[in-house]
């Protein structure tokens, strides 16, 4: 059964439900009645997704995990996974929200993957995807050095193991460089302290 959410409003009728903010899977933006700010909207589908990470509700379909992952609005920021790719992996979608991640098995690490979220609504989300990629067993992933990533996998238990500099040959039209800067790709493992 899926939860009732709190609603801070002293009339629920003045609310747009999360439910109506959604077309064809994806949420829209929604005004109040009375022109008042969509902060309560984003905090009840912050709740919403947040409820979904912190109790493990998934779907594990790499097809839809895959439409999911694929929205992102930094494609030159992730490595681009199949279909096929996925099948090959555990994913983690919540339900009704493109938000996720996957995990790549190894004989001795579990490599956390394909982290994402593709709702413009909801933000500060990352520890929460962060923490239930931890709970199933990811302890190791790399990232782009961004200030964003490296505070986010930091303040989750990540320690540096080692950086490679930004290599133009995994670049060669410059898109990344022009956008991004010279990143370079930091390597982590979850601190066993």
Known sequence: MKPEFFNPLSNRNEFISAQSMRYNGHIQSAEYADGRSSALQEYKLWEEASYYLNNDIFVPNPIDFHDSFIQTAHPLMLTSYSIDEFSRMRTFKTPEFNIGFALKD????????????????????????????IRHGGNTLNHFGSDKLNSLYSSQGFMELYREPFDPQYDPEGLFEATYGRLPVIYRVLSTQ
């Open 106 to 133: 190894h004989p001795d690490s579990c490599e956390i993957v394909a982290v994402h979220n593709n709702e413009k609504l909801i933000r500060n989300i990352g520890h929460l995807i962060i923490q239930a990629a």
